[in-house]
């Protein structure tokens, strides 16, 4: 039996609901094995899922916990990043969406690879707490209307299992997988409408515009089924989003981001993008007027003084956030204009600094990272600053050439 649907998959056909239902749960169960579900993953990959497969695998993963249904005034929209190098998003969209009247309640994750986590991030904020109980949550978003934590213990437990399984299997580039796996979280955690971005490029899960644009046709059918309106945006990560890299220089950029001490970066135009979509969701406004209360909640100070309430209700102490005073400059070996920011080299060297994990056990160091000293397209003379590496032990840098193009 077990045998009979690795090798319908490995032939290219179609497995039907019962099907994968005893096989996914079977191994939730204990009653099959690692390797057996290591092998039906590599033949999913190989031929791929048909979209009633996605649609059956999601159910049969959101039916493997708990579903939240949180009773708030007002509307809850959530968002998801697909995850990338720099990716701070979550950070700055959060308290604008809540300084606007939308609540959000978001369950993040962390990171593993090269693509950082916003938990991670969170945690390098002295007394921060990413282990909220259901109770918790529902009082701060009562109170704030802005929650983030890590996931709780019962949301979607198979994906917990697979995720872990797939991520060591290679067997996590499968588009129906990436579907059913973002969109059971999404769906079980209760949001009215969700917002997802959707990352592409070298230093993405997802590398080209037709597997992307499959992918956001799966979420939305799939938000379809739940009654969850679902807005994908497609953003770009061949080049890392914003200046830093790394979890308290994130945190950092976030906040510059929310005093509007940083203007017309790629990363604020995802932001403003992201929380305007949302906005526009959760208030059944048009994104245009949304916009408006984006720019508003900003120069305000409201969206900032959100997130300032945010941290100190989740026990965060903001003045204690450090980053490394060991720093190492990288200069520009030319002069010329920068054609090359290379999002996967630099979530490489974050790793290497110890900002990011390769192993689920690995110890993050939080003060380590990169900030970036120009953007795509700026001019540089030679010798001028490109970057300055925050670290903590010496590093010597292969080659600033694979970091960095200029022409
Ligand atoms: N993020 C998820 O939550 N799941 C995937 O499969 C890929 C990215």
């Known amino acids: 039996m077990i045998v009979d649907i690795i090798n319908k998959k490995r032939l290219g056909e179609e497995l039907s609901f019962v099907e994968l239902r005893d096989f996914f ?211 770009d990560m061949n080049t890392p989003l914003g200046y830093n890299i790394g979890n308290a220089l994130e945190v950092q950029e976030a906040m510059d981001v929310l005093r509007g001490r940083e203007e017309n970066t790629h990363l604020v135009e995802v932001c403003y993008d992201l929380a305007s979509e949302m906005i526009s969701l959760g208030k059944k406004i048009s994104k245009k007027e949304a916009l408006i209360e984006v720019k508003n909640s900003i120069d305000s100070g409201l969206a900032y003084g959100k997130f300032l309430d945010f941290v100190k209700s989740q026990g965060g102490n903001i003045n204690k956030l450090k980053v490394s005073k060991k720093t190492k400059n990288i200069r520009a070996y030319k002069s010329g204009k920068i054609t090359k920011i290379d999002a996967l080299e630099f979530g490489k060297l974050s790793v290497k600094l110890g900002a990011g994990r390769t192993k689920l056990d690995d110890k993050i160091d939080y003060g380590v990272g990169i900030k970036l000293n120009k953007q795509l397209g700026d001019s540089v003379k030679r010798g001028e600053l490109l970057a300055t590496l925050y670290i903590n032990k010496d590093m010597r840098i292969k080659s600033v050439k694979e970091l960095i193009e200029i022409n």
Do not use: W
């Open 25 to 235: 749960e079977g191994y939730l169960d204990g009653k099959i094995a690692d390797y057996q579900m290591s092998s039906l993953l590599m033949a999913i990959c190989i031929n791929g899922l048909t979209d009633e497969e996605v649609y059956a695998l999601t159910k049969i993963f959101i039916d493997s916990g708990d579903v939240l249904n949180y009773k708030l005034n007002g509307p809850i929209v959530d968002k998801h990043s697909t995850g990338g190098i720099g990716d701070k998003t979550t950070l700055i969209v959060a308290p604008i969406v809540a300084a606007c009247g939308v609540n959000v309640i978001k369950m993040s994750g962390r990171g593993l690879g090269y693509t950082g986590g916003t938990i991670d991030k969170l945690e390098s904020i002295p007394g921060f707490r990413v282990d909220l109980s259901e109770k918790e949550i529902l009082k701060q978003a009562k109170d704030i209307g802005i929650v983030v934590s890590s996931q709780t213990a019962n949301l979607v437990p198979m994906d917990k299992m697979i995720y872990a399984l797939r991520d060591v299997t290679g067997t996590v580039s499968s588009i129906g997988l990436i579907a059913s796996s973002i969109m059971s979280k999404k769906i079980a955690s209760g949001a009215d409408s969700i917002v997802i971005d959707l990352k592409v490029g070298n230093g993405a899960l997802i590398s080209n515009m037709k597997d992307a644009n499959k992918l956001k046709e799966l979420m939305i059918e799939i938000g379809k089924i739940y009654n969850k309106e679902v807005s994908v945006i497609i953003s």
